[in-house]
């Protein structure tokens, strides 16, 4: 043999067979359709058995196991137990469902793997794109700038960072937050989401920099309180840059006057940050738009299209009015990664520098594909749905002796619990939230929880394609009954 062959036998990852793998990958594809063709027949959730967690505490593999052993432990020990958040009767947080094609998406995307750094490739056209799109459905200009992020939380990083630096009156960048003359505050309502004030305290403010203003009898922001303490503040020698108002808050679905706070920060030069996770997706409703008015003078916007988008999990959107301010906030060129006129680099296009990743997933091109499956008021019609669905909810609870509503229902949050023959409430608590481990426990349905008033809550939050008026029969319900057989067993149990 001459030297060549004797060398050690060179090695890649693609497959041996790959014939075998084509035929795997449509076992795939059929296994995933049926699973979400038929996932109403299944419990919403079940809990992990022991015996399944014990597989999770394996050494790590050296030698091969092969694709379809890999594939048989998927089947066995990951499928069975989700968060059940793509069932038609899953209501807990602020979850999507994801659809069928945005799977298929997500697979063209992950072959591709392309880097959505930037650069000459059809990646970037299609982001653009569907920022372009993002900002016609909410109103913001063309001229306006975004990105694509991971969800709401880093939305909201990204619009607070630009909003801290467009407003500090010096560079931060070089001189951080220690060159501040005066302490930068800003403000939200109390009923503001965590990802807030962790972006804060990302940004190297404090969480004490977020001056929380308290909420009227609809859970939104009081504007004449938040005046009130941005005149304070000034006069104790603060320095107020940034609102942050809510397109629908986590606990009840409120919104805050985006008009009143867009006009207040205008007069007050401040930055109008939004956060929208959910609730700006109701302007593609042409009932529901005005809930939401003056979103569109936001500085910046932050919304999730993995809640009411229905994309599998993860993708956020962050737009930013001034373009200019947003990429000044990011952009950092080293000399490996100039931007060329020709070549591969030889594009105008450089998301990287519009936000916290270099490297970047594909994220933009199941958002295409779906809104080009669609169609934007397809995703409008359902949104309303939703709403429409939680005023039914809402509607036989009032109806109900037993149940009773604890906060108003202005878009698709009810927040409710079983009273049954009354008791304390510190019982009432403890019923309601047995009567929700239940609930999950045995299958029937997923609402999760908040406290409202002091009052622990059943809170039903509707970002759900899948759901149809019967499963909100069914959970009233069920939680009358359950409620009643707690209330049976009384004092004992609980
Ligand atoms: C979900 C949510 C967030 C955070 O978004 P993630 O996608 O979970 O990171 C922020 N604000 C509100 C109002 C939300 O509902």
Redesign the pocket.
């Known amino acids: 043999m001459d030297s060549v062959g004797t060398a050690a036998r060179e090695e890649s990852l693609d497959p041996e067979n790959w014939e075998e793998m084509r035929l795997l990958g449509h076992r795939m594809v059929d296994q995933m359709m049926d699973y979400l063709e038929h996932v109403r027949d299944r419990p919403v959730w079940q809990p992990i058995p022991a015996g399944v967690t014990g597989q999770f505490h394996k050494p790590l593999p050296s030698a091969p196991e092969g694709v379809e052993r890999s594939y048989q432990d998927f089947l066995r020990y990951v499928l069975p137990y989700p968060t059940g958040n793509i069932h038609p009767r899953f209501w807990g947080w602020?979850m999507g469902n994801g659809t069928a094609f945005s799977m298929l998406a997500e697979m063209l995307a992950a072959g591709m793997n392309l880097n959505q750094g930037g650069g000459a490739q059809a990646g970037s056209l299609v982001e653009m794109q569907v920022l372009d799109w993002c900002k016609e459905m909410l109103g913001l200009p063309g001229t306006a700038s975004g990105i694509l992020v991971s969800?709401?939380?880093?939305a909201?990083l990204v619009g607070l960072a630009v909003a801290r630096n467009a407003k500090a009156g010096y560079n931060i960048r070089s001189e951080g937050v220690r060159g501040a003359p005066r302490a930068m505050v800003l403000y939200a309502s109390t009923e503001t989401?965590s990802?807030v004030q962790k972006g804060v305290e990302l940004l190297g403010l404090g969480s004490k920099a977020i001056h929380k203003i308290a909420v009227n009898s609809r859970f939104e922001i009081d504007t004449s309180l938040l005046r009130e303490a941005i005149h304070e503040d000034r006069s104790r020698g603060l320095e107020p840059f940034c609102v942050v108002g809510n397109a629908?808050?986590?606990n009840t679905g409120a919104t805050d006057d985006l008009t009143a706070l867009a006009d207040l920060c205008r007069q007050e030069g401040l930055w109008f940050h939004v956060?929208g996770?959910?609730g700006a997706l109701a302007a593609l409703s042409p009932e529901l738009r005005r809930i939401v008015s003056g979103i569109e003078c936001a500085d910046s916007l932050a919304f999730?299209l993995?809640?009411w988008m229905s994309m599998p999990y993860e993708v956020?959107c962050t737009l930013v009015k001034d373009a200019v301010a947003h990429r000044r906030a990011f952009s950092l060129t080293p000399d490996y990664l100039e931007h060329t006129t020709r070549g591969i680099a030889g594009s105008d296009v450089w998301l990287s520098d519009y936000g916290v990743q270099l490297s970047r997933g594909f994220r933009a091109l199941k958002v295409w594909m779906s809104i080009k499956e669609h169609g934007i008021e397809k995703f409008g019609r359902i949104i309303r749905q939703n709403v429409e669905q939680a005023r039914y909810l809402a509607d036989r609870i009032s109806r109900e002796p037993e149940l009773e509503l604890l906060a108003p229902v202005p878009m698709n949050i009810v927040c409710f619990r079983y009273c049954g023959a009354g008791g304390e409430r510190g019982e009432l608590d403890d019923l309601n939230r047995e009567l929700l481990f239940e609930l999950h426990e045995k299958g029937i349905a997923a609402p999760s929880y908040t406290i409202l008033d002091g009052k622990y809550a059943l809170r039903v939050c509707i970002t759900n394609h899948r759901s149809i008026r019967k499963d909100y029969d069914l959970l009233a319900d069920e939680v009358i009954r359950i409620g009643r057989e707690l209330q049976k067993r009384g004092g004992g149990v609980l």
């Open positions: 602020v969800g709401g939380s880093m909201n989401h990802s629908g808050t986590v956060d996770a959910f999730d993995h809640k956020g």
